[in-house]
């Protein structure tokens, strides 16, 4: 038998300059996601909310998902490639909405390792580099953003742990 243990996150050593990340799976953004957004977030601009509104007043002529909302899912997407293990997400560095997302679009995203190295004052630990894209379903890049997140040496991370015992099989 063997058990497999689904990595989730990197370490400092797993991270190569020019890697890319290509996180799966996509989602399709739908009206219902983006009101409960808008309305957890406190963000009633009816150009996300108003289909008579967006139609009759907006420049797109039609709902346009928030860009925070898009931007909270490709981040998401990347955690299990990139953030995962992470000791902490330390700044985005830019922002980027490069194209409307609407009610219906399926987005997808990749994440490009630009730098990795070790800290100067911890030993145990490194800053990663990092910019993500998010497209669309018709490839239309929509999200782009650049951050550095801290991460774990790989002889120092944390052992990972269930409040269970290994015998739940036997």
Request: with cysteine; net charge negative; hydrophobic share 40%.
């Amino acid at each position: 038998m063997t058990t497999y243990e689904r990595p989730f996150g990197r370490y400092l050593e797993d991270f190569q300059p020019g890697d890319i990340f290509r996180h799966w799976p996509g989602k399709t953004i739908t009206e219902a996601d983006d009101h409960l957004f808008c309305m957890i977030t406190m963000n009633h601009h009816p150009l996300h909310t108003n289909s008579w509104f967006a139609e009759h007043e907006s420049v797109q002529k039609r709902n346009v998902v928030v860009g925070n909302l898009v931007y909270s899912l490709i981040l998401g997407m990347s955690v299990p490639d990139v953030s995962g293990a992470a000791i902490a997400n330390l700044e985005v560095e830019s922002l980027l909405h490069k194209n409307p997302t609407f009610h219906g679009d399926t987005i997808y995203a990749e994440t490009r390792v630009l730098a990795a190295a070790a800290s100067s004052s911890k030993p145990d630990r490194g800053i990663v580099t990092v910019e993500t894209k998010g497209f669309n379903q018709d490839g239309l890049e929509v999200c782009y953003f650049r951050r550095k997140v801290m991460v774990w040496k790989r002889e120092f991370a944390p052992v990972r742990q269930r409040p269970y015992s290994d015998a739940a099989w036997n």
